[in-house]
């Protein structure tokens, strides 16, 4: 089975910190994504990766930046952490079929920004 | 700018039954994706059925069907034979690349299933 696998289910920071976020998958997936999903808001991209080294803004990318130097990883860096910023995070990949739409996806990451 | 509207925050449907979970789009693209994936409580989204845009034919997926209407812009989910283990939040998913990738997600139908 696939595995995509985040660092942690729950994380708590503090403003102004720069928070880490971990992905990592198992199946040599060349897209990797990056989601926060807030309620009422559905799933919002903020970076996608179709390669090592490779990325693209998704719809809100302010406020983030991502880091993905082997294929299987791929970071989400909050720089300064916002309130805002309070959300559940989501990673996924996929192989670059068509669509190449995110197709499995890890458990989350649930990160309060105090 | 393209947008994926699910216009029924909640549904419900007793077991065994058929229920349609709605979805419209926008775009001005001719060549996209639209997916659904199913997010059960504490647990892993997975993708449970692709449309490309350019097959004029529904996809099925065992007991999940699409109505897809193009020219509508709507992207209708139908479960049938409905079960405990379909509840979940429903998202509904546009994906396109013109330059660059787009991959939009609605804001969910949460849908219960009833004993």
């Known amino acids: 089975d696939v595995k995509v696998t985040q660092s942690s289910r729950y994380l708590v920071k503090r403003t102004g910190e720069k928070v880490f976020l971990e992905c990592v998958q198992d199946?040599?997936?060349?897209?990797m994504f990056w989601y926060r999903q807030d309620p009422g808001l559905g799933l919002r991209l903020i970076y996608f990766?179709?390669?090592?080294?490779?990325?693209e803004k998704g719809d809100i990318p302010e406020g983030y930046s991502v880091s993905r130097e082997k294929k299987e990883r791929f970071s989400l860096i909050l720089e300064s952490a916002s309130t805002n910023q309070t959300s559940m995070y989501l990673c996924?990949?996929?192989?670059?079929?068509?669509?190449?739409?995110?197709?499995?996806f890890g458990d989350g990451t649930r990160l309060s920004i105090l | 700018a393209q947008t994926v509207t699910q216009s029924q925050p909640e549904m419900s449907v007793q077991e065994a039954e058929t229920v349609t979970l709605s979805c419209t789009y926008d775009t001005s693209e001719s060549d996209y994706y639209l997916f659904w994936y199913k997010q059960p409580p504490s647990r892993q989204m997975i993708l449970v059925i692709r449309q490309e845009a350019y097959k004029q034919q529904n996809a099925t997926e065992n007991r999940f069907s699409v109505n897809f209407q193009k020219a509508a812009k709507s992207f209708s989910l139908k479960i049938s034979d409905s079960q405990l283990g379909d509840a979940a939040m429903y998202f509904c998913a546009y994906g396109s690349y013109s330059g660059t990738y787009k991959y939009i997600f609605g804001t969910g139908t949460r849908l219960k299933v009833l004993a």
């Open positions: 199946m040599d997936h060349e897209n």
């Open positions: 996924a990949s996929s192989f670059p079929d068509e669509g190449n739409q995110p197709q499995h």
């Open positions: 990766s179709y390669d090592v080294k490779m990325k």
